[in-house]
């Protein structure tokens, strides 16, 4: 399991940032990654990427960096500052050589682009200097999100050197970054939104249950949006609406938003809910994502409307965005059961889950859905000698 894809996922699922320092409130990779995807799309979106084009290189550099780290772990930022800097380059490309290798080879080149170093891909059609507004704005949000890990634990322990001076380095290294008072100012002018997508860190899925692996609904987020760009990146043309790929991927990141105010209630509960009142779920629904979307950045908001980021996921066509969503959603919360399996404490309640999933997901109408979840059958069944 370790050297695959769901590895990897379970890899970032698991792993802690920090992990050298005292901490009050612990960050898993994961989670940091789908709020960085988050706070940089919206950013972004002010800062005039145009999008689909050149945004979705954002998008897809955001949530495919870290799966390095599969390999690397999380190294300590003053471990990385006292290297030399090319031996480091070449201990990621050598992460990086070894994380291509778990996608499918349909697409690992493509991939590959975008997990090196400095990111050697290209954005056609479009100057040079389109792409380092690209990094640019993706380093100034790692050290924005990574800054505020920081002060929140700094404040419980304040006299910790060691924070003090990682704080230090990292204002040092963001003020460095060209136009990052640009996107300060755009970050600063909208904290209430940011304070809102942050609150899904705090929701714990499967909140019934004791588990090995935990997830927050932010961490599962980041697996649907993954799995979104991974199989709308080889869809062979089962999806044919312009800019399917850009569409799918922001309606994986925010197909959950609306859990941030009105918390993670499961669907047994939401319908007994809808039976008691017809629509009296939507009606809660519609009033809480007032307050979301009344704090949103102005792009972000018209983005909300075209492409229905905050409606709920449905099937009713075949082959859309939503269909896509749907199944990864539903894909996501059958490897959460595989990560448990594979700890030795998965429940009857997950085994049932699973299954009752996964046997769906095998009439997906994407054909590498269909593949995959054949892949994690056989995986699930050998380990547990069912």
């Given at each position: 399991m370790e050297k695959s894809l769901i590895g990897a996922l379970k890899t970032l699922t698991s792993l802690q940032r920090w992990?050298?320092?005292?901490?009050?409130?612990?960050?898993?990779?994961?989670?940091?990654?789908?709020?960085?995807?988050?706070?940089?799309?919206?950013?972004?979106?002010?800062?005039?990427?145009?999008?689909?084009?050149?945004?979705?290189?954002?998008?897809?550099?955001?949530?495919?960096?870290?799966f390095n780290k599969h390999f690397l772990s999380d190294i300590p930022v003053k471990t990385r500052d006292a290297l030399d800097q090319d031996v480091w380059k070449s201990v990621v490309e050598?992460?990086?050589?070894?994380?291509?290798?778990?996608?499918?080879?349909?697409i690992s080149e493509d991939v590959k682009k975008y997990l090196t170093y400095g990111g050697d891909y290209s954005i056609a059609g479009a100057?040079?200097?389109?792409?380092?507004?690209?990094?640019?704005?993706?380093?100034?949000?790692?050290?924005?999100?990574?800054?505020?890990?920081?002060?929140?634990?700094?404040?419980?322990?304040?006299?910790?050197?060691?924070?003090?001076?990682?704080?230090?380095?990292?204002?040092?290294?963001?003020?460095?970054?060209?136009?990052?008072?640009?996107?300060?100012?755009?970050?600063?002018?909208?904290?209430?939104?940011?304070?809102?997508?942050?609150?899904?860190?705090?929701?714990?899925?499967?909140?019934?249950?004791?588990?090995?692996?935990?997830?927050?609904v932010l961490s599962h987020t980041f697996i649907v949006a993954f799995l979104t760009l991974l199989f709308s990146q080889m869809c062979n043309g089962e999806c044919e609406e312009n800019n399917f790929s850009y569409k799918a991927i922001l309606k994986a990141l925010f197909h959950d938003v609306p859990e941030a105010l009105t918390g993670d209630l499961i669907t047994p509960v939401k319908k007994v809910i809808?039976?008691?009142?017809?629509?009296?779920?939507?009606?809660?629904?519609?009033?809480?994502?007032?307050?979301?979307?009344?704090?949103?950045?102005?792009?972000?908001?018209?983005?909300?409307?075209?492409?229905?980021?905050?409606?709920?996921?449905?099937?009713?066509?075949?082959?859309?965005?939503?269909?896509?969503?749907?199944?990864?959603?539903?894909?996501?919360l059958v490897i959460e059961c595989v990560f448990e399996e594979h700890s030795g404490t998965v429940t009857e309640e997950m085994y049932r889950a699973y299954h009752v999933y996964l046997n769906s997901l095998l009439n997906s109408e994407w054909t590498y859905i269909r593949e995959f979840c054949t892949r994690v059958l056989l995986e699930f069944s050998l380990k547990n000698g069912r």
């Open positions: 992990n050298f320092l005292p901490r009050v409130e612990i960050w898993t990779e994961a989670e940091n990654v789908a709020y960085v995807t988050h706070v940089g799309y919206a950013i972004g979106r002010e800062y005039g990427l145009t999008a689909p084009d050149v945004l979705e290189h954002f998008l897809v550099r955001s949530l495919l960096k870290s050598k992460a990086v050589s070894e994380t291509s290798k778990l996608f499918p080879r349909k100057d040079p200097k389109v792409k380092e507004k690209v990094e640019m704005l993706l380093k100034y949000v790692q050290n924005k999100v990574a800054l505020e890990e920081c002060e929140t634990n700094q404040r419980v322990y304040d006299k910790n050197l060691d924070y003090q001076s990682i704080i230090g380095k990292i204002k040092k290294k963001t003020e460095e970054i060209a136009d990052a008072n640009k996107f300060e100012e755009i970050f600063d002018g909208h904290k209430a939104y940011f304070s809102r997508i942050k609150l899904l860190k705090y929701l714990r899925r499967w909140n019934k249950i004791n588990r090995a692996i935990e997830s927050s809808k039976e008691a009142k017809n629509k009296a779920w939507d009606d809660v629904e519609e009033k809480l994502i007032e307050e979301i979307k009344s704090d949103a950045p102005k792009g972000v908001k018209e983005d909300f409307e075209s492409y229905g980021l905050l409606k709920p996921l449905e099937r009713s066509k075949v082959n859309s965005v939503d269909s896509l969503v749907k199944d990864c959603d539903e894909l996501a």
